[in-house]
């Protein structure tokens, strides 16, 4: 089963969101006349992997195809992996009618997408997301960005990808230790916007744990979700902080774990954990009942994201102040109020909390 759904944006700007097993095939049909050309550009793994099939739907579309790659990994989501994509680009004298097909998991598409973003000061891009994550969160809403060494995404530009093609079927091949990052940001969806798909989450918990395959219910729930918070606030002025819930704790996790051998093991267990933690906050500043934290626990538990973190408080100091989400000198976080409903007060969609209230969450989290 295959679904559709349009994004409408300011200036009657339009994304097409397609959902279904092998949508990757119908690229051809959201091509668009104005584009000659094409440049394919993903990680290294992904491109050998899925690479050739895309590169011959796109023959016969454009006058030529560029293909351009780099290793897998955050590490390459930088300005120096950009600049070196954009040489390609200039080298081979890629046209402003290019478009530029990014295909892979999330750090492929934050790369691709600025790129597209800034190339000739902007040209069109599809997005073909691989990872599960990828797939219900990174492709859609249209945020592009790098990491420096003062945090994560702090270099980018809000660009809309023309389309997003969301095929499961390229799940198969995702390494199953990547399974739980895209998990870990289904449940973030159903927790601040949808309690039937927290309790449908419960229900399936087991079949979801599996990596491979996966119901597209979730899929399209979560980009239903997500599609109508940035519909409603493209920029980030309000509402849209919703979706950053566990990511004030998770982003300063994964900053302050970028340096340690083991890392984060990823943006969405990272998330996972900062959930885990800000659901205390919740329950603190916000009526969260204890109830619903513990269901939260349960369901990440369940889905094999109910670990502690490796790394003691002290080592998210430095990065807990860096989040963007910082206003003046307070730390905000996006909270639930219940499952499926945020905190919002005052025309606020976060709260603020003090740098004591965060630490005494992260101990209450995992009481020893
Ligand atoms: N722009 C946004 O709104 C947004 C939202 C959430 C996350 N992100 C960003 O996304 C990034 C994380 O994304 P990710 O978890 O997809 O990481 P990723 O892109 O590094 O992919 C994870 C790994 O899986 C591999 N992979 C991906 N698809 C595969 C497939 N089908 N088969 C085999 N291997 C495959 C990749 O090569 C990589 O090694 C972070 O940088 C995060 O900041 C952005
Ligand atoms: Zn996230």
């Not at 351009?68 to 040489?87: C, H, I, N, V, Y």
């Not at 003062?150 to 093609?165: C, D, E, R, S």
């Not at 004030?248 to 996972?272: F, K, M």
């Amino acid at each position: 089963m295959r679904s559709e759904l349009v994004l409408e944006l300011e200036g009657g700007r339009r994304s097409t969101i397609r959902i279904g097993a092998g949508v990757v095939d119908e690229l051809g049909s959201l091509w668009q006349p104005g584009w000659e050309e094409a440049a394919l550009i993903g990680d290294e793994r992904v491109l050998a992997l899925h690479g050739e099939r895309v590169l011959a739907l796109l023959a016969p579309l454009v006058r030529r195809v560029l293909r351009a790659s780099f290793p897998p990994g955050e590490a390459q989501k930088r300005r120096e992996t950009k600049a070196r994509l954009e040489d390609e680009l200039l080298d081979a004298a890629l046209s402003r009618s290019a478009c530029v097909v990014a295909l892979g998991g999330g750090v492929s598409l934050d790369l691709a997408g600025f790129v597209a973003a800034t190339y000739l000061r902007g040209v069109p891009f599809l997005a073909l997301p691989s990872s599960l994550l990828a797939q219900v969160d990174a492709a859609v809403g249209g945020k592009t960005a790098v990491n420096t060494r003062h945090g994560k995404n702090l270099i980018g530009a809000f660009h809309q990808p023309a389309a997003v093609l969301i095929d499961p079927e390229l799940l198969r091949t995702l390494p199953a230790e990547e399974w739980g990052n895209g998990l870990a940001e289904i449940v973030k969806h159903a927790a601040i916007a949808d309690a039937e798909l927290f309790a449908w989450l419960e229900a399936h918990a087991d079949e979801l744990a599996r990596p491979g395959a996966i119901d597209p219910h979730p899929l399209r729930r979560c980009v239903e979700i997500k599609a109508e918070v940035v519909g409603a606030d493209e920029r980030e002025r309000g509402r849209r902080a919703v979706l950053n819930f566990g990511h004030t704790v998770g982003h300063a996790l994964e900053s302050a774990a970028a340096g340690t051998p083991a890392g984060a093991g990823g943006h969405g267990r990272a998330v996972a954990l900062g959930m885990q933690v800000e659901a205390r906050l919740a329950e603190e500043l916000c009526g969260f009942p204890a109830r619903e934290r513990e269901r939260l626990l349960a369901l990440l538990a369940r889905l094999g994201l109910g670990a502690r973190p490796a790394l003691p408080f002290a080592a998210l100091l430095p990065h807990l102040g860096l989040d963007k989400k910082r206003r003046g000198a307070s730390l905000r976080c996006a909270l639930p109020r219940s499952l499926g409903e945020m905190e919002q007060a005052a025309g606020s969609y976060t709260v603020e909390v003090t740098r004591e209230q965060v630490e005494r969450a992260w101990e209450r989290a995992w009481p020893s």
